[in-house]
């Protein structure tokens, strides 16, 4: 008997019958030791967005283990970034490789399948059930469909909205959404996250509990993560980024960032601000990275 998940998927899966999903999903364990450690690269990037009067440039990137922060003023590029890195906005010029894959290149469906993308802007689908909505995602990526109803199911647990699997999406809070676009993000255990200020439009205490979630990403993944809120930046980073006008400006450890520009207190928004500051006014610290 067809559940009316069954027919939300199937209503889903008919109409987006024309997109290219990419080839079979191939269950692996990144923390096995079977494969590689992920490792996301970026080499001669340069992208002209609209509205804009600079040009976000990226001659060399490298992320690795762990959560690296992305921090800029607004406008500095960080959105426009992490959509070239999540394959949603081509690049005029210029390489990302996931894992090895060129995801703008031959190995797009590859690269696509290892990475989580949750951006700052979303729009999720208000009649269709909670749990169907991520098991979509999943099918997006290139899981079957049977196996994509066990991990929907996984990644709602790690957000904590197994109870509301079966409620519709317009039922839910903005917190609710908010996680339910992580379980997106997270389905099938993707070894690249790009979050997008995950914590925007949450209290105090929704704050709180994404920051868990996010500082849970285990060892051997990569999570790049947006945040103007440099409590979160410190509380959840290994590594910091800073972009200003389109430009990397720094890119190293968050503990020394944060003693060699954060003052007495070692404070991330002090260090930001001191960076910022010698930036614009021609002192351009050598960045470690």
């Known amino acids: 008997m067809s559940t009316s998940s069954d027919m939300d998927y199937r209503r889903l899966s008919r109409s987006h019958s024309s997109i290219e999903r990419p080839e079979p999903y191939q269950t692996f364990n990144l923390l096995s030791g079977e494969e590689d450690v992920m490792e996301v690269r970026v080499s001669g990037l340069r992208s002209t967005y609209r509205g804009r009067s600079w040009t976000l440039e990226v001659e060399r990137l490298q992320l690795t283990d762990g959560v690296t922060a992305l921090v800029g003023v607004n406008g500095a590029g960080k959105s426009t970034l992490m959509r070239h890195l999540a394959g949603a906005l081509r690049p005029a010029v210029g390489r990302v490789h996931v894992s090895g894959s060129d995801i703008y290149g031959h190995g797009r469906a590859a690269g696509l399948r290892q990475v989580g993308y949750l951006p700052q802007e979303y729009s999720l689908p208000r009649e269709l059930r909670v749990q169907t909505s991520v098991t979509y995602a ?23 909205l197994s109870a509301r699997a079966r409620h519709r999406v317009h039922t839910l809070s903005g917190g609710m959404l908010r996680r339910l676009s992580l379980a997106q993000a997270m389905v099938g255990e993707p070894g690249f996250l790009l979050l997008d200020e995950p914590t925007t439009g949450l209290d105090p205490e ?36 800073v972009l200003e006008d389109g430009a990397v400006i720094w890119h190293g450890g968050i503990q020394d960032f944060c003693e060699r520009f954060g003052g007495p207190d070692r404070s991330a928004e002090v260090a930001f601000l001191t960076l910022l500051s ?12």
Do not use: C, F, Y
Request: positive net charge; charged residues 25%; aromatic residues 2%.
């Open 138 to 160: 999943a099918w997006m990526r290139g899981v079957g469909r049977r196996e994509s109803k066990a991990l929907a199911g996984a990644a709602l647990e790690a957000v904590g």
């Open 206 to 241: 929704q704050r709180a509990a994404m920051r868990d979630l996010v500082a849970a990403v285990p060892d051997g993944r990569v999570a790049l993560v947006s945040s103007h809120v440099m409590e979160d930046v410190h509380t959840l980073a290994r590594n910091i980024l």
């Open 278 to 289: 010698q930036h614009r006014a021609g002192r351009r610290p050598r960045s470690p990275k």
